[in-house]
C-alpha cells in the first residue's frame, strides 16, 4: 500500500526561527511536491521535485527552499520562519503511470 | 488562463440526496481532470479522474461529468452519506506541464442526517 509520510503533524516555531519539514515515500516515485493549504485558497504550489537534486519552483515559493538528497525524502525548508507562513504544509508523490498524487497527512504550523 | 474555478464554497444536502460540484477552466491543453477527496485531519486522496476523450466517468456513487466545449466538470454525488462528508478538489493538468496539478479552491460539503 502507498505511504506518504512527515515528519510531524504538529508544529509550533517562533518568528525568525529555521524551520525543516520532512516527507517521506516507499514508493520510488521520482516526482514529489510541497503544498501549503490555506482556507478558501485550495492547495498552492510551494517547489516540485522531478528527481534527486532536481527541483523547481511553484507559484509561491518565497520564503521556502527545498532539498532533495535521496529519491524517497524531500524536504521543505523555511529559511526564517514568518507569522504568515502558519498553515497546513501537504506533501505529495506522483505515480508516473496513472498520474495519481498521493499526499501525507500535512503537517499543520503555526508561527508565533 | 491556468485557473481553475470550483463551486460552490460550501454544499450542504440531505442524506440520500445528490450533491454537485462543477469547475470550470480555461486552458483548453489541459487534459486530465482528477477529484480529490479530503477528511479533517486527513491528506487529500484522488477520488474518480476523467480524461477528455469520454463525457462521464462513473465509480460506484461518483460520477464525473465533462463538457469539453463548455469547459466545464463536474462531480455528482448520488444517494449523498453522512460518510461523504469532506472537502473535494478538482484540478486539472496537461501533458508537457511538469506534472503540474491546478488545483481548485475546494468545497466543504455537508451532508445531514
Known amino acids: 500500500d502507498v505511504k506518504v509520510t512527515q515528519s510531524s503533524r504538529y508544529l509550533v516555531k517562533r518568528t525568525g526561527e529555521k524551520v525543516f519539514l520532512e516527507c517521506v515515500q516507499d514508493m520510488d516515485h521520482e516526482n514529489m511536491f510541497w503544498y501549503r493549504q490555506d482556507p478558501g485558497l485550495g492547495l498552492r504550489l510551494i517547489y516540485f521535485?522531478?528527481?534527486?537534486?532536481?527541483?523547481e519552483k511553484g507559484d509561491i515559493p518565497e520564503g521556502y527552499s527545498v532539498s532533495r538528497e535521496k529519491k524517497e525524502r524531500f524536504s521543505l525548508i523555511l529559511e526564517s520562519a514568518s507569522t504568515n507562513q502558519t498553515s497546513m504544509y501537504l506533501c505529495a508523490s506522483r505515480n508516473p503511470w496513472t498520474d495519481t498524487q498521493y499526499f501525507g497527512p500535512g503537517t499543520r504550523l503555526t508561527v508565533l | 488562463q491556468q485557473q481553475v474555478k470550483q463551486s460552490p464554497q460550501s454544499l450542504i444536502v440531505q442524506k440520500g440526496g445528490i450533491s454537485i460540484i462543477n469547475c470550470a477552466y480555461e486552458n483548453t491543453a489541459f487534459d486530465y481532470f482528477p477529484w480529490y477527496q479530503q477528511f479533517p485531519g486527513k491528506g487529500p486522496a484522488l477520488l474518480i479522474a476523467?480524461?477528455?476523450d469520454v463525457s462521464e466517468k462513473k465509480e460506484g456513487r461518483f460520477t464525473i461529468s465533462f463538457n469539453k466545449s463548455a469547459k466545464q466538470f463536474s462531480l455528482h454525488i448520488m444517494d449523498s452519506q453522512p460518510g461523504d462528508s469532506a472537502t473535494y478538489f478538482c484540478?486539472?493538468?496537461?501533458?508537457?506541464?511538469?506534472?503540474?496539478?491546478?488545483w481548485g479552491a475546494g468545497t466543504k460539503l455537508i451532508i445531514k442526517p
Open positions: 484540478a486539472a493538468s496537461q501533458l508537457d506541464s511538469n506534472y503540474q496539478l491546478i
Open positions: 476523467i480524461r477528455p
Open positions: 521535485s522531478y528527481d534527486v537534486k532536481m527541483k
